[in-house]
């Protein structure tokens, strides 16, 4: 799914040290850079939905040297810091932080953090080579919040966006080339809602 996404990194930037991958899932993104020996230094995987979460959990360690530092993280990414209440779905990878309905079902609490926090909670000053965001419609909330600002510290951005309820996705990708990024890449065959965006001043 993302094999000409990273392609197109590392013809750029091949020493890719730092990976912030939010909307992580079981771990494939990261594990695809696995085989290149990729990253070298930082992972930091965020997933929302708990159960996913343990499964990520597993793969990223089982599957990762010692001398990789890594946080596998289960919060909610959003536009502030705050907690969500959410529903048990056992595991669907299909969970966002808007599926309010908990009428008759299992709850449990999540937090949620801006990007601004992730970064500074994870990062420090450091830059991020790779931001890989698939949140399920949380990227426009996380976007357009006023805690974006260390977004500038991130070298290249996959997304994948989805027109998601009053939101369209150009007017999303309009507002990633705003705060200094160029798009790569438009979709392709196989993943027609991934884009990769650069940051021109890093």
Do not use: W
Not at 97 to 112: A, E, G, L, P, R
Request: hydrophobic share 40%.
């Amino acid at each position: 799914m993302y094999t000409e996404f990273i392609n197109s990194i590392l013809s750029y930037y091949p020493q890719v040290e730092c990976i912030l991958d939010i909307g992580a899932n079981n771990g494939g993104f990261v594990l695809s850079l696995a085989t290149q020996k990729l990253p070298s230094k930082r992972i930091v995987a965020i997933e929302f939905n708990y159960r996913t979460y343990l499964r990520l959990h597993f793969n990223l360690l089982y599957n990762f040297k010692q001398d990789v530092k890594i946080d596998i993280v289960n919060i909610a990414a959003s536009s502030k810091d705050d907690y969500i209440l959410t529903t048990d779905n056992y595991g669907s990878t299909g969970l966002n932080i808007f599926d309010n309905n908990t009428s008759n079902k299992s709850t449990y609490t999540v937090s949620s953090q801006s990007f601004d926090t992730i970064y500074e909670n994870y990062f420090k000053t450091g830059i991020i080579d790779i931001f890989k965001i698939d949140i399920e419609g949380a990227d426009y909330d996380l976007f357009y919040s006023g805690h974006i600002k260390n977004i500038t510290n991130v070298r290249f951005i996959i997304i994948e966006i989805h027109d998601f309820k009053n939101h369209n996705k150009s007017n999303l990708i309009k507002r990633i080339l705003s705060l200094g990024f160029e798009l790569l890449i438009s979709g392709n065959q196989i993943s027609p809602d991934v884009f990769l965006f650069k940051n021109n001043k890093i």
